[in-house]
């Protein structure tokens, strides 16, 4: 059964580095989340991705973050100065349409630790 | 905003026991209703979904009713298995917005 991927499945950095997430999403989708979740507390919707552009996204995800499809199969968040507040599991997922009713397949996390 | 309340965990049962995991949204308009869960190194995958009031999702012998009277999307199974032992995530997703809106997650853990 296709899957979402994500590397590494930790990473640890010094505060004030970038970082990468890499995601490889299911192949057919076209399109493309990433949310985060902070220990013990609710998963958040960071932004979706559709054709290339930024179709949503939440006022966590501010200057610091973008994202990018460099290819026909990667998707990546990048975090261009961490924080120690960026210290949290971050999840992609895909879906093959947009709209209420469609299931958004999730990665099984990348885990950020911000030093 | 659109928001998502369950059940504070950790919930611990016996193999067999009957699981309720509560959950009640807030949210404009009829959003769609989803149940996810996440085994032990595993991501978020969809359990169930109900896309409009009074529908039930089922699937490996859990269920939910979309009840709009009282804003609730409970899951209940009536025998669990420890593999069923996870974490549980309700959540919310506002037809025209395409983001996925959480609960906390409740841990389920069951006993042998």
């Known amino acids: 059964e296709p899957e979402v991927t994500q590397t590494p499945s930790h990473q640890v950095t010094q505060m004030g580095q970038e970082v990468i997430l890499r995601c490889v999403p299911i192949?057919?989708?076209?399109?493309f989340y990433w949310y985060r979740q902070i220990l013990g507390q609710k998963v958040e919707f960071l932004v979706s991705?559709?054709?290339?552009?930024?179709?949503?996204k939440s006022e966590i995800f501010d200057d610091q973050f973008s994202v990018e499809r460099p290819d026909g199969s990667n998707f990546t968040l990048k975090i261009r100065s961490t924080k120690l507040e960026d210290s949290a599991m971050y999840f992609c997922?895909?879906?093959?349409?947009?709209?209420?009713?469609?299931?958004?397949?999730f990665g099984p996390g990348t885990r950020l630790t911000v030093l | 905003g659109d928001s998502v309340t369950q059940m504070e965990g950790p919930v611990t049962l016996s193999e067999e026991a009957f699981l309720t995991i509560n959950c009640t949204y807030t949210?404009?308009?009829?959003?769609?209703l989803f149940w996810y869960v996440q085994y032990p190194g595993e991501g978020l995958q969809l359990l169930l979904k109900?896309?409009?009031?009074?529908d039930k999702g089922s699937n490996k012998g859990f269920e939910a009713t979309y009840r709009k009277e009282t804003t609730s999307f409970h899951l209940e199974k009536g025998s669990v298995q420890v593999s069923d032992s996870a974490v549980y995530f309700c959540?919310?997703?506002?037809?025209?917005?395409?983001?996925?809106?959480f609960g906390k997650g409740t841990k389920l853990t069951v006993n042998p």
């Open positions: 109900a896309t409009k009031a009074d």
């Open positions: 991705f559709y054709n290339n552009e930024i179709s949503e």
């Open positions: 997922a895909s879906s093959d349409r947009t709209g209420g009713t469609d299931t958004q397949y």
């Open positions: 959540s919310s997703n506002r037809g025209g917005s395409e983001k996925l809106v």
């Open positions: 949210a404009t308009g009829y959003p769609s």
């Open positions: 192949s057919n989708h076209l399109y």
